[in-house]
């Protein structure tokens, strides 16, 4: 019987080298050598749980296909980045990678470095593609083609503390538009709490504020325009009142002191420790808020609740337009039928349900969410399973370039260092000199 033996890789340049090698496993005991399929696979990734969890599907894999050698690479976020361009231009490419989807997938889709998944995904009546929620799907298609195979799905909510609301009179229910939401500020400030945990300091944290705001105000429609340079484009009326509405929330002065300085792990822990009473957060931010606590243990989980962000009375957006990730496997334009095979297998349901019951992720796959164990997660499952716009960060969607004065805006406007008009005249100007 053939021995498998698993080739995980941390370090990029060793990675270049072992796929230089061509893969070849011995027979144990006998004399002739089984040539294999080398599939790499790229991802970011530094949870040693978690990095047990991507082995133990590789290994399952390979156990029944022993033709295939699955090689893993595992970097840190931004090494990842760094060598990722380079890699994609050589012969050392990775056969999949993980991607956050946005401009930057566009953009490596445009250079011909990826290959077009479209005709596998609706092979068969489209059983593939069919797999996924359609807004995972959809939002990995460029053109009508698709880049990358659904992998995560994420949604940006509020969250607060019960005992603070409780202590406030605030009830969150009661929160269903965006001046119930201020008069929320302003009552949770007369009782002394100080009402919003911010992070300045990282500024794309405080972008989610304003990305809200122009998907209540403008819906789809409006934000599709703008970012394909049609019509007003940023300088849309709706764009617009989205950033009067922040400024006017900036004026209130909701966050903690310093705020402007403060980190997304102090943004955390100051919600962690009780130190605020709102957080405009991730789906797994009930984990993160906790291992970012002075004591390490934060806000119990039953003390946390979470809400929409809500709607603006005459907006186009729907309360259940979400924002947040939209994560892939792009696969690169030279890679084997063999590795188009192992991702299929890696993104199915089963496999997505045990990276679900880990707490790694909210599954894209269809029915795989009942695999959640935690309550605030499976909230969030829920919510974007009846989302009916999911839309990707707007600094990962527009690209880069736009993506940072996107960040930029957000923060000055809030502070009331720049108007909505100023802003939105920077963030247009950005997008036409791409």
């Known amino acids: 019987m053939t021995q498998h033996h698993r080739k995980t890789v941390f370090d990029a340049d060793r990675f270049v080298r072992l796929a230089a090698a061509t893969a070849i496993v011995f027979a144990s005991g006998s004399g002739f050598a089984y040539a294999q399929t080398v599939v790499k696979w790229m991802h970011v990734e530094t949870v040693p749980a978690y990095i047990q969890v991507w082995e133990e599907i590789a290994t399952a894999y390979e156990a029944d296909h022993p033709d295939v050698d699955v090689q893993l690479q595992f970097l840190e976020n931004e090494a990842f980045k760094a060598k990722l361009p380079t890699l994609l231009q050589s012969d050392a490419a990775p056969d999949f990678f993980y991607s956050w989807g946005g401009g930057v997938l566009r953009q490596q889709s445009q250079t011909g470095a990826l290959m077009d998944l479209t005709e596998a995904m609706n092979a068969d009546d489209g059983a593939w593609a069919k797999a996924y929620k359609p807004a995972a799907l959809a939002g990995l298609t460029y053109d009508g083609k698709v880049y990358a195979v659904p992998y995560r799905m994420g949604t940006i909510s509020f969250f607060y503390n019960k005992e603070l609301f409780q202590k406030a009179g605030v009830k969150a229910e009661d929160i269903t538009t965006w001046n119930d939401f201020l008069q929320a500020v302003k009552t949770l400030k007369d009782a002394g709490i100080t009402p919003i945990a911010g992070g300045g300091g990282d500024k794309w944290p405080l972008h989610f504020y ?156 269809v029915g795989a969410e009942d695999g959640l164990k935690n309550d605030l997660m499976r909230q969030a499952a829920e919510q974007l399973a009846a989302s009916t716009w999911h839309q990707n960060f707007f600094d990962q969607d527009l690209g880069p370039s736009v993506g940072r ?16 008009e100023e802003g939105a005249q920077m963030i247009q100007d950005a997008r036409e000199l791409e």
């Open 405 to 420: 004065v996107v960040n930029d805006v957000s923060v000055e406007i809030l502070a009331g260092q720049m108007s909505s």
């Open 210 to 365: 304003w990305s809200y705001l122009v998907m209540r105000n403008g819906g789809q429609e409006v934000f599709d325009k703008a970012k394909n340079n049609e019509g007003e484009g940023f300088l849309d009326p709706a764009i617009v009142k989205a950033g009067e509405q922040l400024a006017e929330l900036g004026k209130l002065e909701p966050f903690q002191g310093g705020y402007l300085g403060a980190t997304w792990p102090q943004t955390l822990g100051v919600f962690g420790d009780g130190k605020a009473a709102i957080l405009l957060g991730f789906e797994h931010t009930e984990a993160n808020q906790r291992n970012n606590a002075g004591d390490g243990k934060g806000l119990a989980p039953e003390n946390i609740g979470r809400f929409p962000f809500p709607v603006v009375e005459g907006g186009a957006g729907l309360v259940t337009d979400t924002l947040g990730g939209l994560n892939g496997w792009a696969v690169t334009k030279n890679a084997s039928p063999a590795a188009v095979e192992f991702l299929r297998f890696l993104t199915s349901p089963e496999q997505e349900r045990k990276m679900a019951a880990a707490g790694m992720i909210i599954p894209a796959a």
